[in-house]
């Protein structure tokens, strides 16, 4: 980690305002303890509070299936190496129906062509095409865009763009700032 944690007992808290921050992303971690990315972010209580408001509302608050939010969260953090997001998603992936197999797929940075071909649904697979454009060129190549269409209303897609988006935004401030000490990892653990 390339900064301290904070402690929730600081005097960072006695505010009304910090106060009801920190209590708005316990609440939301409820019941589990605040994690180090929490713990992070709560160096600067505001982006906390933004980050935990947008960010609980793309992991909590879609239409979308588990299996296919958490395909879209692995895949992100495979391309860009973000251990500790793959550490916590890859456990939801296997939750929401994904089996062992597709998660081996998922785990797989060079994933490329009919790889997870009858491990993943076709349906699964257009999340995949689509993370991997979207988080490795930005721009979705339009028989990617159209693939995916096929199989989800246009809330949906809304939905699964903005989790790419959301969960390319967290890998990143995850490495950047080593959150969870994972950065030395290489590679997905099965």
């Not at 993943?120 to 190549?141: A, H």
């Given at each position: 980690m390339r900064l301290p944690y904070v402690n929730p007992e600081s005097s960072t808290f006695s505010s009304e305002d910090n106060a009801a921050i920190l209590s708005r992303v316990q609440a939301r971690r409820a019941p589990r303890p605040l994690q180090p990315l929490d713990l992070t972010l709560l160096h600067s209580p505001n982006v906390a509070d933004g980050w935990n408001s947008f960010l609980g509302a793309v992991r909590t608050k879609t239409s979308l299936a588990d299996d296919v939010r958490e395909i879209a969260i692995c895949r992100v953090a495979v391309i860009n190496e973000a251990w500790y997001e793959w550490g916590h998603h890859a456990p939801l992936a296997k939750a929401g129906g994904v089996s062992d197999e597709g998660i081996k797929v998922l785990g797989d940075k060079g994933l490329g062509g009919d790889a997870g071909k009858g491990?993943?649904?076709?349906?699964?697979?257009?999340?995949?095409?689509?993370?991997?454009?979207?988080?490795?060129?930005?721009?979705?190549?339009?028989?990617?865009?159209?693939?995916?269409?096929?199989?989800f209303s246009e809330q949906e897609v809304v939905e699964i763009t903005a989790t790419v988006a959301a969960y390319n935004c967290v890998s990143r401030f995850l490495v950047a700032l080593d959150v969870g000490e994972k950065n030395s990892t290489k590679g997905p653990k099965f």
């Open positions: 491990v993943l649904s076709e349906k699964q697979m257009s999340v995949v095409r689509f993370t991997d454009e979207m988080t490795s060129n930005v721009k979705v190549p339009d028989e990617v865009f159209a693939e995916l269409k096929k199989h």
